[in-house]
């Protein structure tokens, strides 16, 4: 059966999820919005008072698709919680590569982009991240027993989250994956440290003491 067409409703998140990431919210007007959609004003404001108003519908909107669009096909790809984390690192470097390095963290921009007196927009764009972090916080929940004793499981996870965001942001600046590789392998050799086997913790710690020692 062939999917039912979108309602005006829609249309017009569908097109502000994009415009917002494509222009941002400033560059995107309402004349950009309403030719976008195919909507009149009237309908507009049918359905949101005003063009914050719609920012905070496509904000729950990330909210809400958090788990469907980057969580879950992360987790149905691998049954190793690292390995996940990855899969999920992966996902934005392929949208880096579809975009032809355009590609921006949509949260990411409209958390530096809204004034930070519009606190209810950034309570939902801290929600998105907090989410985020909470995503990757499940995943090395599962493999605690495995990391150094005190290890913070929250610092931790936003980690992975400031990785994230500054490879995309180097990424699209370079007009290169590359920053967003090396930062990535970077991260993957931290956690190889924090899971080796402990004799191979203490074998690193000597070699460093020594190498220290001879200088």
């Given at each position: 059966?062939?999917?039912?067409?979108?309602?005006?409703?829609?249309?017009?998140?569908?097109?502000?999820?994009?415009?917002?990431?494509?222009?941002?919210?400033?560059?995107?007007?309402?004349?950009?919005?309403?030719?976008?959609?195919?909507?009149?004003?009237?309908?507009?404001?049918?359905?949101?008072?005003?063009?914050?108003?719609?920012?905070?519908?496509?904000?729950?909107?990330?909210?809400?698709?958090?788990?469907?669009?980057?969580?879950?096909?992360?987790?149905?790809?691998?049954?190793d919680p690292i390995a996940r984390i990855f899969a999920i690192l992966a996902g934005y470097r392929e949208r880096i590569l579809q975009t032809k390095f355009r590609?921006?963290?949509?949260?990411?921009?409209?958390?530096?982009?809204?004034?930070?007196?519009?606190?209810?927009?950034?309570?939902?764009?801290?929600?998105?991240?907090?989410?985020?972090?909470?995503?990757?916080?499940?995943?090395?929940?599962?493999?605690?027993?495995?990391?150094?004793?005190?290890?913070?499981?929250?610092?931790?996870?936003?980690?992975?989250?400031?990785?994230?965001?500054?490879?995309?942001?180097?990424?699209?600046?370079?007009?290169?994956?590359?920053?967003?590789?090396?930062?990535?392998?970077?991260?993957?050799?931290?956690?190889?440290?924090?899971?080796?086997?402990?004799?191979?913790?203490?074998?690193?710690?000597?070699?460093?003491?020594?190498?220290?020692?001879?200088?």
């Amino acid at each position: 059966m062939a999917n039912p067409s979108p309602t005006t409703r829609d249309r017009l998140v569908n097109s502000a999820v994009f415009l917002f990431w494509d222009r941002g919210f400033a560059g995107t007007s309402m004349s950009d919005l309403l030719a976008h959609s195919d909507v009149n004003s009237g309908s507009f404001y049918h359905f949101f008072e005003s063009k914050e108003a719609l920012l905070r519908e496509v904000l729950d909107w990330y909210i809400r698709g958090l788990r469907p669009y980057i969580a879950e096909p992360a987790f149905q790809a691998d049954d190793d919680p690292i390995a996940r984390i990855f899969a999920i690192l992966a996902g934005y470097r392929e949208r880096i590569l579809q975009t032809k390095f355009r590609y921006g963290c949509p949260i990411g921009r409209l958390a530096l982009e809204i004034d930070p007196e519009n606190q209810p927009a950034h309570q939902l764009i801290a929600t998105n991240f907090k989410n985020w972090v909470g995503v990757i916080r499940e995943c090395l929940d599962e493999v605690k027993h495995r990391l150094p004793r005190g290890t913070d499981l929250d610092a931790l996870a936003t980690y992975v989250l400031v990785v994230m965001e500054g490879g995309v942001m180097l990424s699209r600046s370079y007009g290169s994956v590359e920053p967003f590789d090396r930062a990535v392998s970077q991260l993957r050799e931290h956690f190889r440290l924090l899971l080796a086997p402990r004799s191979a913790k203490q074998k690193h710690h000597m070699r460093l003491k020594k190498r220290h020692a001879s200088r």
